[in-house]
């Protein structure tokens, strides 16, 4: 005789769900969820794109190739995208966080939670992407859902798989808490979720894997090769665990899929943006030529500069990270920061080690990369 199945434990998933930006990523999860079976309001800032992509269930901007499922219905009337909700996917680029999780609180019901998909650190405060939402939702449970995904390749259904964070009382049994609704709500045949009560962890590395990508874009494009990159990835994971703990995450958190796994394919395919921004600018393309000139947001420049600062008030030394502020956002000549990152004084890796000598060809890699690399 089968053993009785605990109904508590089995999270129960969200009936409607809006997700508010119709970028890329947005689009893709809004697939995601209603081919999960959810009711989806997919709510786009573009009154006409709105329009277009109701009337071709396509969107005309992003993943054009991909049909919208049913289920899943385009508005750009804010408050009827939110009414009736039960969870909400907030999916505008990090700049924009705090003003559309102020503008969607009022239209809320309480208790109803924010998943962030944005990664990054707010310029004026420090504030990760969950925090900047919960000042401007306050009272509500805020969460993320990131990892290792391109929208393109989510949208056309390879396997993917992402973490779901968030925050929840501990009066909450862990099936019912808003982080397992959700990954149950997206749950289908291809789109695996996990659950992490870790939301710092997660955020964090999230809003730094983008600068790390823009480093190992440069190098490529300076034209080094594996060996490079697997130097700058490692350590570059080093620095993320580094600030995650600062900031109360933990260590494991980072090696899994929102940190390692998102770190991983960012740093490794021209499909990212960061990745391939620095591999035109290592190529020689100045700043305002790369992507000919057209507007593409890349994270990963705002990033190097909040990251960093938030590591020099935390006294953290983050020097993969200095390195690609000083090229992004200081002007400092690549081929010169790289030098100054790559002959700095030796050191232990097992940092218990407490070990630190001079680099002895110091002046040699000046020369070596100041020649090699523009």
Not at 108 to 123: D, M, N, Q, T, Y
Not at 128 to 153: D, H
Not at 301 to 319: G, K, Q, S, W
Request: charged share 20%; proline share 7%.
């Amino acid at each position: 005789m089968e053993a009785a199945v605990d109904i508590s434990t089995i999270p129960a998933p969200y009936g409607r769900i809006t997700v508010l930006g119709g970028g890329a990523w947005g689009t893709a999860l809004a697939v995601v969820a209603a081919r999960a079976g959810r009711e989806v309001r997919l709510w786009m800032r573009d009154a006409r794109q709105a329009e277009a992509t109701a009337r071709t269930r396509h969107n005309p901007r992003y993943l054009r190739k991909t049909a919208l499922p049913d289920g899943l219905e385009a508005m750009s009337d804010l408050a009827a995208a939110l009414a009736g909700t039960e969870a909400v996917l907030l999916v505008t680029p990090s700049v924009t966080v705090r003003d559309m999780a102020a503008r969607a609180a009022p239209l809320l019901p309480a208790g109803v939670p924010i998943f962030v998909c944005a990664k990054g650190i707010e310029a004026e405060t420090g504030l990760l992407m969950s925090q900047v939402a919960e000042q401007a939702a306050p009272g509500r449970p805020i969460g993320t859902v990131t990892g290792p995904t391109f929208a393109s390749e989510t949208a056309a259904g390879h396997p993917t798989a992402v973490t779901v964070a968030c925050t929840t009382g501990p009066d909450v049994p862990p099936a019912q808490r808003p982080a397992a609704r959700m990954a149950l709500s997206l749950t289908t045949d291809t789109f695996r979720p996990y659950v992490s009560d870790d939301l710092v962890g997660v955020e964090v590395g999230g809003a730094v894997k983008n600068v790390i990508a823009i480093a190992c874009g440069i190098l490529a494009g300076a034209g080094f090769g594996e060996n490079t990159r697997a130097a700058i990835i490692t350590r570059g994971l080093d620095e993320i665990k580094e600030l995650a703990v600062r900031l109360g995450g933990r260590r494991e958190t980072v090696t899994g899929l929102g940190g390692l796994g998102d770190l991983m394919l960012t740093c490794s395919s021209p499909q990212s943006r960061n990745f391939s921004y620095g591999f035109q600018r290592g190529q020689g393309v100045a700043e305002g030529a790369v992507f000919d000139g057209a507007p593409v947001v890349v994270e990963g420049r705002f990033n190097a500069v909040t990251v960093t600062d938030l590591a020099r008030r935390l006294e953290l030394n983050m020097p993969i990270c200095e390195m690609v502020r000083e090229i992004v956002a200081d002007g400092r000549p690549i081929g010169e920061a790289f030098a100054a990152y790559w002959s700095r004084p030796l050191m232990a890796e097992p940092r218990a080690m407490d070990l630190t000598f001079p680099h002895p060809a110091e002046d040699a890699a000046a020369r070596r990369f100041g020649e090699m690399m523009p």
